[in-house]
Every structure is written in structure tokens, then in C-alpha cells.
Nanobody, 124 residues
């Protein structure tokens, strides 16, 4: 069982940066693929980024590639999402997720555990 708690969301102007953190509980944190998704009202959850259990592989959604960076610190049971060059269309609730399969996944249904989400608002 893994519990995930996101933090770091807030209000930022377009062009600015934010870093989201997701703290996890559970002794097997280092075994999981970790991902970030985002969701706006009335839309499905959108894949943002994912990182392999050892941090050697990453994947990004097309809309954030080159602007966002995912990383993890298994010693601290934490995964991060560095978001740069933010745009108003990045406004959403951002969710952290963990996948037991140990291969990077981009579909929300492949993830087993989810955090409660943190709001990111980018003003124009």
C-alpha cells in the first residue's frame, strides 16, 4: 500500500515556474513507477510525466515536453515535478500516481495509487 500527498501548487504568472512535490509512504516506494497527471473540470486526466523506479527513464506528455522535468529521490520517498515556462493552459489540478508494474505507463488506468491533487493556476 502506498499513500501519496502532493504539495507545491499555487498561483503563478505565465512564464513563471513551480515545483510540485509528492511525498509517499510505504517501504516499497523505490519499486514503483511514479507519474504526474493533471485534470481540468469536465475533462479526462491528462498524462504529464512519469519516471521509472530507478530514475533512469522518463516520459513526458507532448504539451509539457521541454518545459517540465520529473525527478525522484527514493531516499526521501519523494517525486518532484519542476514546471518552467508555465502557460495559462497548464492550469489544472495535478495528481501524483504510483504504478506497481515497474514499466513507464502513460494511461491513468494503469496506475494503482493516487494522491488527492494540488491546484496549479497560471494567470495570463
Amino acid at each position: 500500500q502506498v499513500q501519496l500527498v502532493e504539495s507545491g501548487g499555487g498561483l503563478v504568472q505565465a512564464g513563471g515556474s513551480l515545483r510540485l512535490s509528492c511525498a509517499a509512504s510505504g517501504r516499497t516506494f523505490g519499486w514503483y513507477v511514479l507519474g504526474w497527471f493533471r485534470q481540468t473540470p469536465g475533462k479526462e486526466r491528462e498524462f504529464v510525466a512519469a519516471i521509472s523506479w530507478d530514475g533512469r527513464s522518463t516520459d513526458y506528455g507532448d504539451s509539457v515536453r521541454g518545459r517540465f522535468s520529473i525527478s525522484r529521490d527514493n531516499a526521501k520517498n519523494t517525486v518532484y515535478l519542476q514546471m518552467n515556462s508555465l502557460k495559462p493552459e497548464d492550469t489544472a489540478v495535478y495528481f501524483c500516481a504510483a504504478d506497481q508494474s515497474r514499466r513507464i505507463a502513460t494511461m491513468a488506468l494503469e496506475y494503482d495509487y493516487w494522491g488527492q491533487g494540488t491546484q496549479v493556476t497560471v494567470s495570463s
